[in-house]
């Protein structure tokens, strides 16, 4: 995997082991990843409701709020970005209740450095790839219409706009 495969890729790291978030982030960044760390479900939550990312990796168990639950209130803000779940106390509960919200990976500590970094970039293509499909879907059904070009043209930018935010 080259440092071009993961540029630009915004992913938000939370988990309350400070030196572990630290760690990847500091090697992740190496990776031209822009990475938002956070030790807590609250503080993370907060920041995904200002600024948009690709990827989340959080953390199952933590003080406060813990893993699945902010993955269901950063999916309702951000229905888009896809999220790997990490674990260090992992059972068939868990895992179950992360597919179902649709986790990209659900991984048990430890776990291999070069195995995280290519699921992020995978889930960041993957949250991508989806977007645009969305994109040309929506535009698409907007040229089939009975609109007037000056109508498609707005329309089109604001689609882009959406899906630039997104």
Excluded: C
């Amino acid at each position: 995997m080259t440092p071009a495969d993961s540029e630009n890729i915004r992913l938000l790291l939370v988990d309350d082991e400070e030196d572990l978030v630290t760690f990847l982030a500091h090697r992740l960044r190496k990776r031209n990843m822009d990475v938002a760390t956070y030790s807590n479900g609250e503080d993370a939550l907060a920041e995904a409701g200002t600024r948009i990312f690709d990827v989340a990796v959080v953390d199952l168990k933590m003080p406060g709020m813990d893993g699945i639950t902010v993955m269901e209130k950063l999916k309702e803000l951000q229905p888009h970005v896809e999220i790997i779940m990490l674990t260090g106390h992992g059972n068939h509960d868990t895992a179950w209740e992360a597919g179902r919200l649709q986790a990209f990976r659900y991984l048990l500590k430890p776990y291999d450095f070069e195995e995280l970094s290519g699921f992020i970039t995978k889930a960041a293509q993957k949250r991508r790839s989806h977007l645009k499909s969305e994109f040309d879907r929506r535009l698409s059904e907007l040229m089939t219409g009975t609109k007037s070009p000056r109508d498609i043209i707005e329309e089109s930018d604001r689609l882009r706009h959406e899906y630039e935010q997104d």
